[in-house]
């Protein structure tokens, strides 16, 4: 089936739910209010016209400039038995961003969503183990997100020497705490 | 697909059952991977398995250099088969400009893709009978594997990350003698390596009871999981996008799709993931032959002739799919139009999705077995953290 028509079966069974769509570009996406994904994707799968039985990637964008400002849900279906592919997009708030889990229909989507929570803080309601994956536990803040300034502790760790720090250790003062003690590479040339 | 058993806490454990970390030192894990076993005697219960120890933030990073300037990156993700994915990322960045490369540095980037598949497969079969438990093999692979890298560094310099495909090119012509020492390679491959390593790895008997009844994953479970490449054939469908959605013209080109029998065993074991890599093997050897027919052929041009000036293509975005060895790399490239950098690039890694199902297979086997399980997974941690 063509993107086309792999809308229109969309359109024709969800209605309004469906809120965009754009045939003209390199791969053709529909836009999915986000409280209906979990229905459209089972939908996708189970339908024998479509049979969309493989996520290829799940992916979050955030657009800070858009206006207004968005974040972005991305799924890349494919068709083992028909060999189509389509794109749905879900676009969300950028501040508590929220919606339904796919892993239900598609078990990849697991490590997928938990990693769009590690780096974006999308929370998938309903996903059975929704913990970070590839940041540690211990991990502040969502870094993928475009307004991610560095931190410059971690821990109580010195990770990012400000200026100020170089020049207080140039000066001779202890800065940081044990093996990370900040000490300037050119020092010996003082000495 | 209930994942409930997949998150435990220690009041759920047994009286008779013990939590045993695997990792993230190893020397089976391939890599900085820790797996939590949940073990009643030598039978896993559970396993969950813990990533992200070489996370180097890929995708960050790619946000903040220019679009040739992501290729060294892409190479440093799956360290052991560097030219299938800044090939990927190439092929991404093409499709989203519109450029097509000329016939001449297409069978370049075939060749160079499926050395490439070969020696990963090398140290893939290889260190898997290593893990096993057979040291030889491993060392006639690694050696045979030196003579491709020779022939990488000889074209590009470099033995391990080579920078080799550009947006529109690749780095280097071929040298003057290249289709000589590449048959020569060949030569050799046909006559010693593989033979040797199918009779020295893939048909002996102790190999074959260890391997040929674990780690069964039916092809419905493959799918779900998004297995791709060797993981996926080995259950059974012949999936391979070189021949079903052509890329470089690989539609010009006779080999098989290897995929899983289940000789020795049910279809789909760890024994069927292997047999797909090692025959694999074989089918890029024959591509290989009619390529560099081939390109001793073709009149030499100059591989630099596409590759823009400037790469700063139009508002858009593409996920562009290609057969890494390690099964289908996706590069999700997303170009707002206005800078030079990427606004945003997403790798989906078939390690990733190969090891997201391991607790699913992991679940009532062996202590022992869980090693060739990870094995005939295949996985590189780079690619799985980023």
């Known amino acids: ?191 | 697909m209930s994942n409930q058993a997949y998150g435990w806490r220690v009041d759920e454990i047994d009286n008779d059952e013990m939590i045993l970390n695997m990792g993230p030192q190893h020397p089976s894990t391939h890599g900085v991977l820790r797996i939590e076993l949940r073990t009643d005697g030598e039978i896993v219960r559970a396993a969950r398995p813990h990533i992200g120890y070489l996370h180097r933030c890929f995708e960050k990073h790619a946000e903040s250099v220019d679009y040739p300037g992501v290729i060294p990156y892409t190479d440093r993700m799956d360290y052991v088969a560097s030219m299938g994915n800044s090939l990927g990322y190439a092929l991404a960045v093409e499709k989203l400009m519109g450029i097509s490369v000329s016939p001449y540095v297409q069978t370049i980037r075939v060749i160079m893709a499926e050395l490439q598949r070969i020696a990963s497969h090398c140290i893939a079969v290889g260190t898997y009978g290593m893990d096993i438990g057979a040291f030889t093999p491993f060392l006639h692979l690694l050696r045979d594997r030196e003579k491709i890298l020779d022939l990488f560094e000889w074209t590009c310099g470099a033995r391990l990350l080579y920078n080799y495909n550009w947006v529109g090119g690749v780095s280097h012509d071929v040298p003057e003698g290249f289709v000589k020492a590449c048959r020569q390679f060949l030569r050799e491959f046909d006559a010693t390596t593989y033979p040797e390593m199918i009779d020295l790895l893939i048909k002996n008997k102790i190999f074959i009871k260890r391997t040929a009844a674990i780690g069964v994953c039916s092809p419905e479970l493959a799918v779900s999981y998004d297995l791709t490449g060797p993981n996926l054939r080995g259950s059974g469908p012949p999936r391979d996008l070189r021949r079903d959605e052509p890329y470089l013209g690989y539609e010009n080109y006779e080999f098989d799709v290897v995929v899983g029998e289940g000789k020795f065993g049910p279809r789909g074991s760890c024994f069927d993931r292997n047999w797909v890599r090692a025959l694999e093997m074989k089918e890029s050897a024959k591509i290989l032959h009619q390529a560099v027919d081939r390109l001793e052929k073709m009149e030499r041009a100059d591989v630099h002739e596409k590759v823009p000036k400037r790469v700063k293509p139009a508002k858009g975005e593409v996920y562009a799919r290609s057969e890494a060895p390690r099964g289908q790399l996706g590069y999700y490239v997303v170009a707002d139009g206005t800078g030079v950098n990427p606004y945003r690039v997403k790798v989906k890694s078939p390690c990733f999705t190969a090891m997201s199902i391991f607790h699913v297979l992991a679940k009532g086997m062996m202590i022992a077995d869980i090693i060739a399980l990870i094995g005939s997974l295949d996985v590189v941690l780079g690619e799985i953290d980023r």
């Open chain 1, 1 to 191: 089936m063509d993107a086309a028509s792999i809308h229109g079966k969309l359109a024709e069974r969800f209605g309004e739910k469906i809120v965009a769509f754009q045939g003209e570009t390199l791969q053709p996406w529909a836009v999915v209010a986000p409280d209906a994904i979990a229905e459209v994707a089972a939908f996708a799968k189970s339908d024998p016209d479509l049979a969309f039985d493989n996520l290829l990637c799940l992916s979050a964008v955030d657009y800070l400039k858009e206006d207004p400002p968005r974040m972005e849900v991305v799924y890349h279906l494919f068709s083992y038995e028909h060999r189509h592919v389509f794109v749905l997009k879900a676009h969300l708030p950028r501040e508590g961003a929220h919606l339904p889990t796919v892993e239900g229909t598609w078990a990849v989507a697991n490590w997928h969503e938990r990693e769009a929570y590690d780096l974006f803080g999308i929370v998938f309601d309903g996903h059975s183990d929704l913990r970070r994956i590839l940041l540690p536990d211990d991990w502040i803040g969502h870094p993928l997100r475009k307004d991610w300034v560095d931190p410059d502790f971690y821990n109580g760790m010195h990770v990012k020497p400000t200026p100020q720090m170089a020049e207080r250790a140039m000066a001779g003062e202890k800065i940081g705490v044990g093996p990370f003690d900040f000490t300037p590479p050119n020092r010996h040339v003082d000495e």
